[in-house]
């Protein structure tokens, strides 16, 4: 997906010249006599994409960080049920997604609003920590993310976050059991969110 996003960058003819040198092997006259030009300048087009190319994964590799600092920040809010915290990260109009399949609890169509979300999440987290539940940092169909998991580790959902302009634009969590098996044994959500509810209703310790 990165190298796909890097090759949009390039200009129709540099792409053609790159992919052709670069992806398939093809000698310098095959690529020229493909794309109509000369070798020589067909040898330019590669110098030039490989240096736009190389432009495009720092620039890439820093907006990862720059998300996963922030993702980071957003995480240790969540845990900490830090609603300040929370409200800051989103931006004004952040949505909270949910993939149940019908198969797992779900908060209704979304949650709207970055106050709203973050009132959502941090009444979430404090009872699901309550009854041993974990945070997971984790990669989420490579964007930032977490797993959530029971005491016994098993697979509750994931969160992902999509940033965009130093904001968090989307919060897109999937419960659904069919989707989550390829992270291991799956909880059963249900009984998860009830202890839960219990956690809640009970005077702290």
């Known amino acids: 997906m990165a190298a796909l996003l890097l090759l949009e960058r390039l200009s129709p003819l540099e792409r053609a010249v ?24 067909c040898r330019q087009l590669v110098v030039r994409a490989r240096r736009h190319m190389d432009a495009g994964r720092a620039r890439l590799e820093t907006d990862r960080r720059e998300r996963e600092q922030l993702a980071g920040r957003f995480f240790d809010a969540f845990r900490e049920g830090d609603v ?90 999937v419960i659904n059991p069919d989707k989550l098996g390829h992270l291991g044994p799956v909880a059963d959500a249900w009984a998860v969110v009830r202890e839960a509810n219990q956690a809640r209703r009970r005077p702290s310790d």
């Open 18 to 41: 790159f992919v052709l040198r670069e992806v398939f092997g093809f000698g310098f006259g095959e690529v020229a006599s493909a794309v109509g030009r000369s070798e020589a300048a």
């Open 84 to 173: 300040d915290g929370l409200r800051k990260l989103p931006a004004a109009d952040v949505q909270m997604a949910g993939d149940s399949g019908g198969k797992a609890p779900l908060w209704g169509k979304g949650v709207f609003g970055a106050e709203k979300v973050a009132r959502t999440l941090a009444a979430l987290v404090a009872p699901f920590v309550r009854i041993g539940g974990v945070v997971e940092p984790h990669e989420v169909n490579g964007q930032p993310g977490a797993i959530f998991r029971d005491r016994d580790g098993k697979v509750v959902n994931t969160l992902a976050l999509d940033i965009l302009d130093g904001q968090i634009q989307t919060i897109r969590a």
